[in-house]
């Protein structure tokens, strides 16, 4: 144990001066960059939200033994062990999604979160040396105690439910430990902040009472996705604090009601909740995504006027053609770092997390913040800017843990 004393106590050791004082002392970028780095090993990280299960599913993974090595050590994606390991990641929540074209066919959407449950159940159950399945934050601090990566999991589009309020119950009784709402489209609990019918004015009636039931069953209630009008909704019915698992902040990207407006961060704080910042570019900056999303039109239209076929190697020609001719552009960490800053100003360091969106977003993750191995540099770059070790502690896992302990005393309480 000698050998790993040198890394625990460098938090001790910048804190104080080189004469053996209290008195706080200059760090030089290498000093702080290793201190970044110490605190993400030091500290327990959750992260609200990463794609893994539904990347594996689509690429066909199955729970064969030849193919259980995927999520320890792969080329692809954002997530796997290693990187994990190397970035200090210790519990990301194995996001459940759910599509919204699913929603239209009887039983399709709960199938396909059986079959993502048993996926991550048999990640963990495959490499019990590496994954732990957690249900309480309790399971992750005793799992980072013991060394091994918390999977809780999380389910992205409360569609499995149908209109069976039953249900909530049962996916808890699975392991399911927060619900977002809704995803792309409207669907019968709440209205989608990405589509435009606003079926039910925020909440269904039937989403006011499976909020209610979340609230009993101690499943924390997500709102990231959901419209401004459900959002309002939910504060006014649940009783105890939520998340918004991948969200960031509408004040750097006008008109994206994707993320959430400083009323919204306000009413959060209030609530007592944590708003986890999403690291998709296209969340950060709203410049990046109006220059991105003009592209795509261009790139349409001179595939159009080509008339080549879907999945022809012209077309696809064409399309690589385009992206050399206009690379994509990435926002950085310091945007990353003004969305943790502008919650702060506006709700407190209380009420900030991380949900990267790791395998969900694309190519389109910020400079110095590309897969699970890149935590430290957020570390560093909030370090730089003033934040306190014991901030950086509530950014990284404190502000979520304290709201899954409420939920989960409230629902104790109900009995």
Excluded at 116 to 126: E, S
Excluded at 160 to 165: T, V
Aim: hydrophobic residues 40%.
């Amino acid at each position: 144990m000698l050998r790993f004393l040198p890394i625990l106590l460098l938090p001790l050791l910048f804190a104080c001066g080189t004469d053996g004082t209290n008195a706080p002392t200059e760090r030089t970028d290498v000093e702080l960059r290793a201190h970044a780095d110490s605190l993400a090993h030091a500290y327990l990280i959750t992260d609200g939200h990463v794609d893994l299960p539904y990347r594996l599913k689509v690429k066909n993974f199955r729970l064969e033994r030849e193919m259980l090595g995927i999520p320890v050590e792969t080329s692809e994606g954002d997530f796997d062990y290693v990187r994990a390991v190397k970035g200090g990641l210790d519990a990301p929540f194995m996001s459940i999604y759910i599509p919204s074209s699913l929603q239209e066919e009887p039983g399709g959407s709960p199938a396909l979160a059986d079959s993502l449950i048993d996926m991550v159940k048999g990640i963990a159950a495959a490499h019990p040396d590496k994954f732990r399945i957690a249900t309480s934050p309790d399971d992750l601090e005793q799992n980072f105690r013991d060394g091994v990566m918390s999977l809780p999991m999380g389910m992205e589009n409360g569609s499995p439910i149908e209109d069976r309020l039953e249900r909530v119950q049962e996916y808890y009784n699975k392991g399911i430990r927060y619900i977002t709402l809704t995803h792309a489209k409207d669907n019968l609990i709440s209205d989608s902040s990405y589509d435009t019918l606003n079926t039910n004015g925020g909440l269904s009636p039937f989403g006011e009472e499976v909020v209610k039931e979340m609230n009993r069953v101690g499943i924390m209630v997500d709102v990231s996705h959901i419209s401004d009008s459900a959002f309002w909704d939910v504060m006014e019915i649940t009783d105890v604090p939520v998340i918004a698992s991948h969200s960031s902040v509408r004040k750097f990207t006008p008109g994206f009601q994707r993320n959430m407006d400083d009323d919204m961060i306000e009413r959060l704080g209030e609530n007592g909740g944590v708003i986890q910042i999403n690291f998709g570019s296209t969340f950060l900056d709203g410049a990046l995504r109006e220059r991105q999303d003009s592209l795509r039109g261009v790139l349409l239209n001179r595939l159009a006027e080509a008339g080549y076929e879907d999945g022809s190697d012209e077309r696809q020609a064409m399309i690589d053609s385009f992206q050399q001719e206009n690379p994509t552009l990435y926002s950085d960490l310091e945007m990353v770092a003004d969305h943790i800053d502008h919650v702060v100003e506006i709700a407190g360091i209380d009420h900030v997390g991380l949900g990267s969106d790791f395998d969900g977003v694309g190519d389109s993750l910020p400079t110095g913040l590309k897969d699970v191995a890149d935590y430290p540099n957020l570390i560093y770059t909030l370090l730089k800017r003033g934040y306190s070790d014991e901030d950086i502690k509530k950014i990284v896992s404190g502000n979520v843990l304290r709201v899954w302990r409420a939920v989960e005393a409230a629902s104790s309480a109900r009995g």
